[in-house]
């Protein structure tokens, strides 16, 4: 569904990405891990159309979106949520939902009708009417996902939507992500939450200095020496085991 | 809902009143304070559509007036052409100008932004002031007057009706602003424009297009206020002065709604039309004192009312809906 082919992104003397190809097929839930100032959201940048590549390609269903405006890639059906989220803030949380919705809708009715099914499957039902600014950062990173759903993605990146979050926001979250997956979205998934990582992904993807250092299921890559070192530290294997 | 629902009834009492008072006022005066009452009004909705529902702050909205008004009184003077073409000659070039301008805000953001239009409006001023074969410089241009609806020569009432339909049109594209696919995009755009296009919105297209429509709105005004006062001075038309009013209007009266402009007016054109009567005539010591008066209202309403008069309408409605409880 989505190739990226030796894609490399330079701010001045730093390469933030470095020859980075990666493959995810529809259906797919990929988790991107790594330190912070690895890479991660300069590659969600890159996907979504936010920076053109210095090298190489991005391919979105066969066809080469590669520099393309971030709203013409949205348009093909792949979007993205920010780290720090970006609401409309004097809006209210059912009119951020319905511009995600109009984009593919031509009548207000009809994208209102979406909006609140998105809403619902949420859990924002009862703060529709709240003004986006007013909300509590967990109901923010809802509304950034539900914003982005109402798109009708075909794949989704969510960029860090479950930092921040307390313990039981945090399952929420995570339902959420699993619905989603269940019923049919491909997901790219940043997060440094390892343990809703290793339960949620289905391959794992370590971005270390611009560079992808490993590749595999979430076992595979917590057993990986190199991620150990870079990212996890003993600890982590010690825990988990 | 309900707040925009209260703001419809406040427009159509507005309008309404507007249109019952030339029926019975036949006062010239009061007509004429009518008459700008709605023109600014109408120019200050023109300016929101880029300031308020596209969030693109211009500080140089009077270099469109000025196109319309110099558009119609050259195609008059140096062409002999009924109003209607300088109108429409006006609103093209306002049309051109006004997307050189948008194009300009997907480069320059905020004050930067801002800043570039004072200085198109600027431009403008010095080509006018100084171009004296074309323009007849800084001595200005005197409007023709031709009795009759075809060039634009009309009687106090007949003004009064036409420009309050102009102010209605104004009026319902904000409205329409407010409902349309169209305006929601648009406000997105203006709330975060990466997280508009991360939801495919082209969000550089709908800045040129609600600034462009914006420049050509203004200069339809422009138009009908020269045929309305029959003289053209650069150094008014094209002054940093009208541009800020036109936005102050809107920011007195409540940014980004479509009945703000309007209210804004209102206290603004009247007040100064009054203390203009009344102060200038004492002392002409006194000529520049509205403009201080101008200033305190300005302080008393970002102090108390920020959100704009609007707001205002809402919250005593909010109040008087508790004390009903």
Redesign the interface.
Known sequence: MLSLEHVTKRFGGLTAVRDVTLEVRAGDLLGVIGPNGAGKTTLFNLI???YRPDEGRIVFEERDVTGQ????I??LGL????QIV??????SVL?NV???A??R????RQ?RADAERVIDLCGLGPHAAARARALPLALRKRLEVA??L??QPKLLLLDEVMAGLNPTELAGMVELVRRLHAEGLTLIVIEHIMAAMMRLAQRIVMLHHGEKIAEGTPREIASDRRVIDAYLGEEFVLAEA | MRAILAQRWGALVLFGVAAVIPIFVRDAYFLDTLVLVLLWGALSAAWNIAGGYAGQVSIGHAAFFGIGAYSTALMGVRFQQSPWVGMLVGALLSLAAGAAIGYLSNRLKGPYFALSTIAFSQVLLIVASRWRAFTAGSEGLPVPFRPGFGTLGLGDVAWAYLILVVALLYWGIQVWLE???FG??L??VR??E??????????RRLKVIAVTASAALTSVCGTLWAQKVGFVDPFYVFSVDLSVRFALNAIIGGIGTALGPFLGSILITSLETYLRATLSGVKSGFTGIYLIVYGIVLILVVRFVPEGLSGLTTRLRARWTRAQA
């Open positions: 979504g159309g936010y405006p971030a709203h013409a949205a348009m979007t993205r949520t920010f970006k609401p409309f803030g004097s809006l009119d319905m511009i995600g109009l984009t809708r031509a009548s207000t994208a914003r982005a109402a798109t | 409902h349309s696919r929601y995009r406000a997105g709330e975060d990466d997280a508009a296009q991360a939801l495919g919105i082209p969000s």
